[in-house]
């Protein structure tokens, strides 16, 4: 069985799809390590933004392995590294670009294989697994989504304010709607959650009802 995680940044994604795969012994796929993973490896190998053509061939050269909550690039652990916000300000180029997006939704159905899996992204519903059995749209406000932002990066020891935060934020909001190949966008059949006021456990246990309905 898949169930699909869509939602903006800061919604609590990862955080709800890990402690559900845990719950329901489902394996657990972070799409956005992927794009950021290949944003990282373009950013050390100083590739021109402008000529998405060489980084939909790096893409495609990458030894990319991810396995539960470790991203594995070329066989470095790359977790922490994806995570940071100069990784962040530069992974709409993959995002962006039709023929990475490809070549990973491809690579997503491929790890997904016929497993029990919970994967998260933004596409996830709609384009890399939409005859998924169950779909979840999470949600929050921006302020509750920016304020856990910020308390992430807090504890990594970047020093941003909320403001700042809330800015890029907004950005990719903008940027994650917009896309041309794989908006972020509910799947018509997808159930809206919003995780505002409630606490992790909260949420995973009304995705753990959700999910044992929809396996019936
Ligand atoms: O969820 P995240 O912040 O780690 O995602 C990083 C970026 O990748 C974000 O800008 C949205 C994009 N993304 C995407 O376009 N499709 C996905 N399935 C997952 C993430």
Same mark, same amino acid.
């Given at each position: ?49 402008? +000529? ?74 709609? +384009? ?89």
């Amino acid at each position: 069985m898949i169930i699909t995680i869509d939602g903006p940044a800061g919604a609590g994604k990862s955080s709800v799809a890990r402690a559900l795969a845990r719950r329901l012994g489902f394996r657990f796929l972070d799409t956005g390590a992927m794009y950021r993973a290949v944003a990282l490896a373009g950013l050390r190998r100083g590739l021109d933004w402008d +000529v998405p053509q060489d980084l939909a061939r790096l893409a495609e050269r990458l030894d990319l392995k991810i396995s539960h909550d470790r991203v594995v690039l070329d066989g470095e652990d790359v977790s922490e590294a994806v995570r940071t916000s100069a990784v962040t300000a530069v992974t709409r180029y993959a995002a962006d670009n039709p023929q990475v997006r490809e070549h990973l939704v491809d690579l997503q159905r491929k790890l997904a294989g016929a497993d029990n899996i919970v994967t998260e992204g933004r596409d996830q519903g709609t +384009v890399a697994f939409p005859e998924a059995k169950c779909k979840i749209f999470l949600t929050a406000s921006p302020a509750e989504r920016a304020r856990r932002r910020w308390q992430d990066l807090q504890a990594q020891g970047e020093p941003v304010t909320i403001e700042q935060v809330l800015a890029a934020q907004e950005r990719r909001d903008r940027e994650d709607a917009a896309r041309a190949v794989g908006p972020l966008r509910p799947a018509s059949d997808a159930i809206e959650v919003c995780t505002d006021g409630l606490s992790l456990t909260e949420v995973v246990d009304r995705l753990e009802q959700l999910a044992r309905a929809k396996c019936r």
